[in-house]
């Protein structure tokens, strides 16, 4: 499968504790993961707002991910619930003005996981791949073509 190059911008809002946890293994364990991901910390995942999403995508990620503390499991009780709904939500608008729902998700996990944090943006740098680049993202210009 090629990739023509493309290289997609992730944007991963993260809660502080497991999430960036996760990461924060993930680089003690020297465990790869794309370099085009950025992450932006949230002091719970419960915090991540639609506009949020809509904002990363504006200022040119090309998918969307939040990490959130497992299910049952959130420091803040119910923010990772809040988060789901708001994904959910948020998917079905990026249905609606052509986007695609496939450049947003959610994973769960616990701070010791950075495996799984990897994992995760592997995975969504690679569904992101199969969709090209956003729809949002100005041409870039060349003079010579």
């Given at each position: 499968?090629?990739?023509n190059g493309f290289d997609p911008e992730?944007?991963?809002f993260t809660c502080i504790y497991c999430a960036y946890m996760a990461a924060d293994?993930?680089?003690a364990l020297r465990l790869t993961y794309p370099a085009g991901t950025?992450?932006?910390k949230l002091p719970c995942t419960g915090k991540v707002d639609v506009e949020y999403i809509l904002e990363a995508f504006e200022q040119g990620a090309d998918g969307?991910?939040?990490v959130a503390c497992p299910l049952g499991n959130c420091h803040?009780?119910?923010g990772n619930v809040r988060a789901t709904k708001r994904v959910a939500y948020t998917r079905k608008l990026l249905d609606n003005i052509g986007l695609g729902s496939g450049r947003l998700g959610i994973y769960y996990m616990s701070g010791g996981q950075g495996h799984a944090f990897a994992d995760a943006a592997k995975e969504m740098t690679e569904k992101v791949k199969k969709l090209g680049p956003?729809?949002?993202k100005q041409p870039?210009?060349?003079p010579h073509k």
């Open positions: 499968m090629s990739d992730i944007t991963i293994t993930a680089g950025k992450m932006v969307v991910c939040v803040h009780v119910g956003s729809p949002l870039t210009q060349h």
